[in-house]
T-cell receptor
Framework: SQTIHQWPATLVQPVGSPLSLECTVE??????LYWYRQAAGRGLQLLFY??????ISSEVPQNLSASRPQDRQFILSSKKLLLSDSGFYLC????????????FGPGTRLTVL | KQEVTQIPAALSVPEGENLVLNCSFT??????LQWFRQDPGKGLTSLLL?????REQTSGRLNASLDKSSGRSTLYIAASQPGDSATYLC??????????FGTGTRLQVTL
């Protein structure tokens, strides 16, 4: 069966510090991968998605970047965090094919102080 | 641009009641519609997926319907239980299987 992992589970970082969040998927190959952010009191916003290694599409202009160095690894990064980067970050995967479900990881709670 | 709306924003019902959560979307050109459950501080759990060619899907006490022409989906929960308390999110799948989410309905089932 497929599983999706995210770490760390929680993170408190000062403004201006770098960020690296990691997501890995097990039990599948060549998945589509997604990063979402859920800010307090707001809905889920798609940040990035990837259909293959090295292929990243950005949905909104922001202070963050994403990379996919391996087939089942998706990384969210920032060089300098802003207060507005605080939120709950969720990684998701979906099998190839337009009719498949998306499955979500447990999330990372990021607080920027 | 797809927009997804969920009403009500919050709902409180006594245990045992049947209830309906509503989801509407503005662009009917969707591949599927997915319902999720989110417990506080947790990730999303997929409940049901309805393909664009389907009218409904059932899983246990849950039944989801889809009317693409009117841009509506409903999630029916039968015989609600306190363990059903959570936020329920619907999401419409468009190009590149990108999901557009509603803001959710926060459900509380009381004893």
């Amino acid at each position: 069966s497929q599983t999706i992992h995210q770490w760390p589970a929680t993170l408190v970082q000062p403004v201006g510090s770098p960020l690296s969040l990691e997501c890995t998927v097990e039990g599948t190959s060549n998945p589509n991968l997604y990063w979402y952010r859920q800010a307090a009191g707001r809905g889920l916003q798609l940040l990035f998605y990837s259909v293959g290694i090295g292929q990243i599409s950005s949905e909104v202009p922001q202070n963050l970047s994403a990379s996919r160095p391996q087939d089942r690894q998706f990384i969210l990064s920032s060089k300098k965090l802003l207060l507005s980067d605080s939120g709950f970050y969720l990684c998701a995967w979906r099998g190839q094919g337009i009719y498949n479900e998306q499955f979500f990881g447990p999330g990372t709670r990021l607080t920027v102080l | 641009k797809q927009e997804v709306t969920q009403i009500p924003a919050a709902l409180s019902v006594p245990e045992g009641e049947n209830l309906v959560l509503n989801c509407s979307f503005t662009d009917s050109a969707i591949y599927n519609l997915q319902w999720f459950r989110q417990d506080p501080g947790k990730g999303l759990t997929s409940l049901l997926l309805i393909q664009s060619s389907q009218r409904e899907q059932t899983s246990g006490r849950l039944n989801a319907s889809l009317d693409k022409s009117s841009g509506r989906s409903t999630l029916y929960i039968a015989a609600s239980q306190p363990g059903d308390s959570a936020t329920y999110l619907c999401a419409a799948s468009g190009t590149a299987s990108k999901l557009t989410f509603g803001t959710g309905t926060r459900l509380q089932v009381t004893l």
